[in-house]
């Protein structure tokens, strides 16, 4: 298997679970006995994080049997990284400031005539995208908050096609506009997932982007996003999610299948690995 630079990046907000381990230890194999596999703690949502989730990552993962080169990717220490992303991304026009709340987006969307739903829910309804540059100054100056967001159309536009190489499937079109006019720096943290994500992977030269296929449909943003801000291009590969008994992908209210809880029944490293097998989740090889 080829040397590749791989991540596993979770959020510190709660415990890892079944899941996570699988996904840790999915994207630990996909580096290959030569490559690097590496932690990043994607802690941006500072509300929702807590040091001590990142200490019980760390420990997790250890137990699992998997280590990682120091000093660890820290997503709440690198927002000077993503604001000068958002600045160039400015710079070619490319953002607009939306002073929307969630309640002016959903009466927008109940008053129209048909709301165009992607993967996240209803696109948004581009209520801001048209407001003229003296409007933006005014409302800012007036003290109210915003989001900035991509407007997708003029970054299309400006990229024209792009593809992306999913490990398995081979070239996939990239289709950005799934997402519609998405946030990329909300008015609360002055970044967004899907903006750190793309950075950081550069930053860390990932070469093959690991994680569930939940996810998979931010990778046709992340690919325009890629171009618009001349980053270089990993490939991903995407895996399959653990799901529990009644066919549901796992969360935070799955105490049971925490790994702590786990590993207090008993459950050993190699266990787990069986328990994951036979559960036809592979790893690769
Ligand atoms: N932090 C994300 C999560 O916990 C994963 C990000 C990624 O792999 O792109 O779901």
Partial sequence: MAAETTRFAPSPSGALHLGHAYSALFSAAAAGSDGQFLLRIEDIDQGRCRPEFEDAIAADLAWLGLDWPQPVMRQSERQPAYQA????????????PCFCTRKDIQREIAAAASAPHGPEGPLYPGICRGLSPAEQADRKAAGQAFHLRLNVEAALARCGDLTWFEEGAGMQPARP????????????????????????????????????????????????????????????????????????????RHAALSLRTLREQGETPESLRRRLAGDGLPLPT
């Fill in 85 to 96: 992303a958002l600045d160039r991304l400015q710079e070619a026009g490319l953002l607009y």
């Fill in 177 to 252: 506009a799934l997402l519609g006019d998405v946030v990329l720096a909300r008015k609360d943290i002055g970044t967004s997932y899907h903006l750190a994500v793309v950075v950081d992977d550069a930053d860390q030269e990932i070469s093959l982007v690991t994680r569930g296929e939940d996810l998979k449909h931010a990778t046709h943003l992340h690919r325009l996003l890629q171009a618009l801000l001349d980053l270089p291009v990993p490939r991903w590969r995407h895996h399959p999610l653990v799901r529990d008994e009644a066919g549901e992908r796992l969360a935070k």
